[in-house]
């Protein structure tokens, strides 16, 4: 990226270049933090804006500016985190983190194009896969910020201990029980060949509408959980267990003639993608445990389908 005049200073500014490399780097730590791209390029956005709300004197007496913006996007992470807990006692039915689609699918917030600006991508890891993301979600903002700057972004507790304002030692137990989370919620990783097969092998019953065949591949005590938002139709409770989900899944494709399901990445692991006249309409994400499905997030809400709009 060149060199551009910095907004509101009137000449080069010869720093752009570096603090502007950082964008990817804020939008990989909000997403993470915040389970929505939407919140996390807004996130970032005022990162920078109070960045260039500087004076140039200001800005170079800051000894290190990536360390700044790190800062500064994860304080607002904490705020909103806080925020977003108290907006979804009233959210409409379950909430589910925005799904991303894979990389290439990907493009400036658009799938399907073909000159992507790297930094505006998510780096997709095995921090990033839906099922990690809702045990995220069961966290305290405290424990996700603690947990992710240093487990996930290898910051030390005593940088950790500066962003969140509470001691090292407080942020280490914080890090601690947030583990302690992840650990219990897991289950032994499935080869990336495996979920692939088995959720080809889910499309292909349900087109068919084979009941027997989905009970088959998915764990008597599998859940499905939809988000609609109240913006879309949707189960406003989860559905449990392996034979109801596969009648719900035979019901739904009866109702739905025109839908088309097809196999895509969805935050890095195998997933679904049901269209109806060519509109992205549901995105589904999985999590496999014995050789089997053992959960279903289905997310409807459109606004939460933004890269997957078109093209996908």
């Known amino acids: 990226m060149t060199s551009q005049s910095e907004p509101g200073h009137g000449r080069p500014d010869p720093g752009l270049s570096a603090i502007m ?41 800051i ?22 807990r108290a907006r979804r006692v009233s959210y409409v039915g379950e909430w589910i983190p925005e799904p991303l689609p894979e990389h290439r699918e990907w493009i400036n917030g658009r799938p399907g194009g073909s000159a992507a600006d790297p930094v505006d991508r998510v780096t997709l890891d095995e921090s990033i896969n839906m099922a990690f993301l809702v045990v995220l979600e069961s966290m305290t903002p405290a424990e996700r910020v603690a947990f992710i700057l240093h487990d996930v972004f290898r910051y030390s507790f005593a940088e950790v201990a500066e962003i969140v304002g509470r001691t090292s030692a407080a942020c ?45 591949l998915l764990d008597p005590d599998a859940t499905a959980i939809a988000d609609g938002g109240g913006l879309a139709t949707a189960e406003l409770r989860p559905i449990e267990g392996g034979e109801r989900i596969a009648r719900f899944c035979v019901d739904l494709a009866a109702r739905a003639p025109n839908m088309t399901i097809l196999e895509r990445t969805v935050n890095g692991q195998r997933g679904l993608v049901a269209q109806e006249d060519g509109v992205t309409v549901t995105v589904y994400a999985f999590a496999v445990a014995g050789g089997r499905i053992k959960h279903i997030w289905a997310i409807r809400n459109p606004e939460k389908l933004r890269p997957w709009s078109t093209g996908v």
């Open 21 to 61: 490399s950082e964008r990817r780097q804020l939008i990989n730590l909000a997403y993470r933090l915040l389970g929505s791209l939407t919140e996390a390029e807004d996130a970032v956005q005022e990162t920078y804006a109070r960045w260039y709300a500087m004076s140039r004197r200001q800005q170079e007496a």
């Open 63 to 84: 000894e290190s500016p990536d360390a700044w913006l790190t800062t500064v996007a994860s304080r607002i992470c904490l705020d909103l985190l806080g925020s977003a």
């Open 172 to 216: 280490r137990q914080l890090a601690s029980s947030a583990r302690r989370r992840i650990r219990a919620s897991q289950a032994p990783a499935t080869p990336a060949a495996q979920q692939a097969g088995l959720i080809r092998d889910f499309k292909k019953a349900w087109e068919a509408k084979d009941i027997d065949a989905l009970i088959g």
